[in-house]
């Protein structure tokens, strides 16, 4: 089966950096993904990784190890805004299908 | 305009019910998804169409039968609702349905509780 872990909260400070971890147990891999979902509203999309590496977009980056089966998303100067659980997801490799498997999610509160 | 919208938002009921949850997506996108997620946050998919074809059922309940009259819509139905059924339920579409960086948009979720 596939199985995703992720912290299940973290908590950082207004202008920090917070790097929240997610590793991945699958029969084989097909592209990672992290979506933000702010309390009572819809995931959406931040930022998909399929080769090892740092994909930087903005204030977020999202690094990816194929060989470790790990993935980080790394929030620079923290904003109030950053409030939100972050969920990653990895495409399931078992099919020619856009079939998403999400992790629990990493609720992060940022304080000032 | 919103890219992806579901009605209604909020769902009360009694067990025993049968309810329906509406989706509609202008995107132009050809898949559409039924994503459930729990009291815990955990997001799990139910069922994907594309272009009005099933193709991914995961072990969902018969209970649930969802229909898609067009590309562009995709409903659920659920017959003889229980108290497990209580989630939030959140519907999705992207483009394409076997691209591998294909991200999904989802609509804003309908919180279904069952009393």
């Known amino acids: 089966g596939q199985n995703i872990d992720q912290p299940t909260e973290m908590t950082a400070t207004e202008g920090a950096i917070v790097q929240i971890n997610c590793t991945y147990q699958?029969?084989?891999?097909?592209?990672l993904f992290w979506y933000q979902q702010h309390a009572g509203e819809a995931p959406t999309f931040l930022s998909y990784?399929?080769?090892?590496g740092l994909e930087e977009k903005g204030r977020f980056s999202s690094f990816l190890s194929r060989s470790k089966g790990y993935s980080y998303l790394l929030l620079k100067e923290l904003q109030m805004k950053d409030s939100a659980s972050y969920l990653c997801a990895v495409r399931d490799p078992g099919g020619a299908t856009n079939k998403l498997i999400f992790g629990t999610g990493t609720l992060l509160a940022v304080q000032p | 305009d919103t890219a992806v919208s579901q009605t209604p938002k909020y769902l009360v009921t009694q067990m025993g019910n049968d309810k329906s949850i509406k989706c509609e997506q202008n995107?132009?996108?050809?898949?559409m998804y039924w994503y459930k997620q729990d009291s815990k946050k955990f997001l799990k998919i139910m069922f994907s169409y594309n272009n009005k074809e099933l193709i991914i059922n995961e072990t969902v309940p018969n209970r649930f039968s969802p229909k898609s009259p067009d590309k562009a819509h995709l409903n659920l139905h659920i017959n003889s609702l229980e108290l497990g059924d209580s989630a939030v339920y959140f519907c999705?579409?992207?483009?394409?349905?076997?691209?591998?960086?294909?991200?999904?948009?989802f609509g804003s979720g309908t919180q279904l509780s069952v009393l």
């Open positions: 999705a579409s992207s483009r394409r349905e076997a691209a591998t960086n294909e991200k999904l948009f």
């Open positions: 699958t029969s084989g891999f097909n592209g």
């Open positions: 990784n399929v080769l090892d």
């Open positions: 995107l132009g996108h050809d898949t």
